[in-house]
């Protein structure tokens, strides 16, 4: 089965070929064009954002379509959660060339392809029989997940943030600092320049590890306590900001990690998928290979290339759908709201 999978969800255009063969999947071409207007406004301008998909949609085409466009067999792409110009470019290429080909076009869950694009190099009849939670942390999502079953896929949601999504708090923090966007990557690299430079043996937060009573997520309180700080020293030096970007980060990781670790103790979960972009992050890939030796866990994260939005898990997350559920039809709405899109699948 060849796959073209199409992700048009925010400000990147992707465009890849995957064959799923012999139960393991195999990129073919996977092509990710990130657009760089966005940098001024301190986050993603929607109206820009969808300008620029039509305008890349052909180009980013072309180059994916490494073989004859004949041969595929499915088209997934991202149809919900998402901004909905972004949403409807990708959609609107996919059921044309469902159309002249006369194939079925599969609507992706957007924020499920982040944790199952971690099957790639697995064969899946290893992972069927097995129970996972996932979880997505990206710049606009901080979510956890029960994954029942991968054929038929059952997938229900445990919790969300409260406020604000951990890679959007990166961003306000990094905005607050003047560090440019997107911040993760910025923050990272500034917090381990810090543990480099600096004896970390009398090591006491500055900011507040949060910690809401239920599975739930919450980052606006943190945001808020840096925010206040960055007031209270109003001329920052280089290494007063690098110690801000590790003391933020290492709260922001822990709250994560403390979630993630109360989810698979109450639920008696043993394998953990990751996905999003915030999944890049050198800390929590530390934390979490703590954990993964504490509770002898399975816990799998992409590589670094498929943490961001890429097309690849969108094509990867297709397959699951249509292996589970092959009669969607290609009449399909897109949706800004995860809830809405799921109605698209009775799991029930």
């Known amino acids: 089965m060849i796959v073209l999978g199409i992700e048009t969800t925010c400000d990147e255009t992707s465009i890849s070929l995957v064959k799923?063969?012999?139960?393991?999947?195999?990129?073919?071409?996977?092509?990710?064009?990130?657009?760089?207007?966005?940098?001024?406004?301190?986050?993603?301008?929607?109206?820009?954002?969808?300008?620029?998909?039509?305008?890349?949609?052909v180009p980013v085409l072309k180059k994916a379509l490494v073989i004859d466009i004949q041969e595929i067999d499915i088209?997934?792409?991202?149809?919900?959660?998402?901004?909905?110009?972004a949403l409807a470019a990708g959609v609107a290429t996919a059921k044309t060339i469902a159309s002249l080909l006369d194939k079925p076009v599969?609507?992706?869950?957007?924020?499920?392809?982040?944790?199952?694009?971690?099957?790639?190099?697995?064969?899946?009849?290893?992972?069927?029989?097995?129970?996972?939670?996932?979880?997505?942390?990206?710049?606009?999502?901080?979510?956890?997940?029960?994954i029942e079953s991968l054929i038929p896929l059952k997938i229900t949601s445990i919790s969300r943030t409260?406020?604000?999504?951990?890679?959007?708090?990166?961003?306000?923090?990094?905005r607050m600092l003047n560090l440019g966007f997107p911040g993760g990557p910025i923050i990272d690299k500034m917090a381990q320049e810090y543990k480099k430079e600096t004896n970390l043996n009398?090591?006491?937060?500055?900011?507040?590890?949060p910690n809401p009573?239920?599975?739930?997520?919450?980052?606006?309180?943190?945001?808020?306590?840096?925010?206040?700080?960055?007031?209270?020293?109003?001329?920052?030096?280089?290494?007063?900001?690098?110690?801000?970007?590790?003391h933020f980060q290492y709260s922001a990781i822990k709250h994560l990690v403390q979630k993630i670790e109360k989810i698979i103790i109450d639920f008696g979960i043993g394998n953990v998928l990751i996905g999003g972009g915030?999944?890049?992050n050198s800390f929590l890939r530390d934390e979490l290979n703590d954990l993964k030796q504490k509770y002898n866990l399975e816990i799998l994260i992409p590589p670094v290339n498929l943490c961001t939005d890429n097309a690849v898990m969108v094509a990867i997350a297709s397959v699951f759908l249509y292996l589970s559920y092959p009669n969607i039809p290609n009449d399909f709405d897109i949706f800004p709201n995860e809830d809405e899109g799921n109605r698209l699948w009775n799991m029930s």
């Open 278 to 280: 915030v999944a890049a």
């Open 162 to 174: 409260l406020d604000d999504a951990v890679g959007e708090s990166f961003d306000k923090v990094a």
């Open 213 to 246: 009573s239920d599975y739930s997520f919450s980052y606006s309180g943190l945001k808020t306590a840096v925010k206040r700080y960055i007031e209270q020293n109003k001329e920052l030096e280089n290494s007063k900001i690098k110690e801000i970007c590790y």
């Open 75 to 85: 088209i997934g792409v991202s149809a919900y959660p998402g901004l909905l110009g």
């Open 202 to 209: 009398d090591f006491k937060p500055i900011f507040p590890i």
């Open 106 to 146: 599969i609507p992706v869950n957007h924020l499920w392809a982040h944790f199952l694009v971690n099957f790639i190099d697995k064969e899946i009849t290893e992972v069927l029989n097995k129970k996972y939670l996932g979880i997505v942390i990206s710049g606009g999502h901080t979510s956890s997940y029960l």
């Open 20 to 57: 799923f063969e012999n139960q393991k999947f195999e990129i073919i071409s996977n092509v990710v064009l990130s657009q760089d207007i966005h940098s001024i406004f301190g986050g993603v301008f929607p109206e820009k954002a969808f300008r620029k998909h039509q305008e890349n949609m």
